[in-house]
């Protein structure tokens, strides 16, 4: 019984040796993963010198006024034109990926047609071509178009499933679906549309939340093709308004603009936690199943 008891002890102070080790790591990876978004707001409440002299975020008084300079903006237009214009981009272009998205993936996982292997195959080697080498083609095709200088070449691509990543990811998660609530449907009398919209869509319910996520964060943050397209500055989204404000002014008050740039983060912030839970459990199921 001796024995026995010290062997338990021996055991369950391995047990939380092994905790405190894992837990003390994960908190150092977590400080220094969070760092530069702690010195970021606190940089939003120092002085040009106090940003440039000092190593640590904890700033010698809190002074809200850079954000309300910020806010104002060297322009006629307040950052509440700028978020409104990101979002006018933003809402759309989500909505249009995920039906856009769904019916491709739909397709591709639960069809069989002809040369499906070949455009299948076509699809993923467009996500290893670079972004800048579609860049021209599509300018030139968009100004014969005449939608330059309108949010349309922002969000008309995504309308055709040129998002090919969240094609991909929701095609993996649905192969990782059994098909027996679908071929009880089928018995029922449910076509493939019926299937799709009370069947496939809900049980597809992780997987569009981590692309409505993935295209929010991305579309937010999106700097190179509103640069390209955009010409009028009340047309610019939060990103090209933060460019333009660094470079409005010889010497730039830089709590002004990382101010505006913590304000910026609060919507992709939110958006992510508040999906959290159904965004690593689609993508994590994404990733593992097919």
């Keep these: 019984m001796s024995r026995a008891s010290d062997s338990s002890s021996l055991s369950d102070h391995a047990s939380r040796t092994q905790t405190l080790v894992r837990t003390t790591l994960l908190l150092s990876v977590a400080v220094v993963m969070l760092y530069p978004l702690l010195w970021l707001i606190g940089a939003s409440f120092k002085s040009n010198a106090e940003i440039f002299s000092e190593v640590g975020f904890w700033p010698q008084s809190f002074d809200f006024s850079a954000y309300a300079k910020g806010w104002k903006t060297s322009t006629e237009y307040t950052f509440a034109t700028y978020f409104a214009n990101s979002f006018l981009i933003t809402v759309p272009r989500i909505a249009v990926t995920v039906v856009s998205c769904v019916l491709v993936a739909y397709g591709f996982a639960r069809f069989e047609f002809a040369g499906k292997k070949l455009l299948f195959g076509i699809m993923i080697g467009t996500m290893m071509l670079p972004l800048i080498v579609l860049r021209l083609p599509q300018y030139l095709m968009f100004k014969?178009?005449?939608?330059?200088?309108?949010?349309?070449?922002?969000?008309?691509?995504?309308?055709?499933?040129?998002?090919?990543?969240?094609?991909?990811?929701?095609?993996?998660?649905?192969?990782?679906?059994?098909?027996?609530?679908?071929e009880a449907a089928v018995i029922d009398g449910c076509n493939s549309l019926q299937l799709l919209w009370y069947i496939i869509v809900p049980l597809l319910k992780p997987a569009i939340?981590?692309?409505?996520?993935?295209?929010?964060?991305?579309?937010?943050?999106?700097?190179?093709?509103?640069?390209?397209?955009?010409?009028?500055?009340?047309?610019?989204?939060?990103?090209?308004?933060?460019?333009?404000?660094?470079?409005?002014?010889?010497?730039?008050?830089?709590?002004?603009?990382?101010?505006?740039?913590?304000?910026?983060?609060?919507?992709?912030?939110?958006?992510?936690?508040m999906a959290q839970r159904h965004f690593i459990e689609g993508a994590s199921s994404s990733g593992i199943k097919g």
């Design 144 to 182: 014969e178009m005449g939608w330059l200088d309108t949010y349309l070449p922002l969000i008309v691509p995504s309308a055709f499933a040129t998002d090919t990543f969240f094609v991909f990811m929701l095609v993996q998660f649905l192969r990782g679906i059994p098909r027996d609530m679908e």
């Design 209 to 273: 939340i981590s692309v409505i996520v993935f295209q929010f964060i991305w579309t937010m943050n999106d700097f190179m093709g509103p640069l390209i397209y955009l010409a009028s500055v009340e047309k610019y989204p939060v990103s090209l308004a933060l460019k333009m404000s660094i470079g409005a002014t010889e010497e730039v008050e830089w709590a002004n603009v990382i101010a505006i740039s913590v304000v910026a983060l609060i919507p992709s912030v939110a958006v992510f936690f």
